[in-house]
């Protein structure tokens, strides 16, 4: 934990997401309860993001042969 803390608020901004989803993954975003309520440091959150970030899938090009041999149909013919 480094840096100074900010308000729920501030996470969800900070996410970009809304304040109910921060209280609804609450159990697996790094935190701190405080009398004056919960507290986040930037450090955490982006330590957080960095661990269940996914990768996008990698796209390809449509290739029509591959597909209508997977159909069985081979390249301009019928089954």
Known sequence: MTGPFISIAEA?????????TIRRRLAAIPHHR??????F?????DS???????EPPKTRKADP???LAGLGLGRGGRR
């Open 12 to 20: 969800a901004q900070y996410l970009g997401v809304s304040v109910k």
């Open 34 to 39: 405080a009398d004056w309520g919960l507290r």
């Open 41 to 45: 440091t930037k450090s955490d959150l």
């Open 48 to 54: 957080f993001m960095n661990r269940v970030r996914v």
């Open 65 to 67: 042969d591959r597909i």
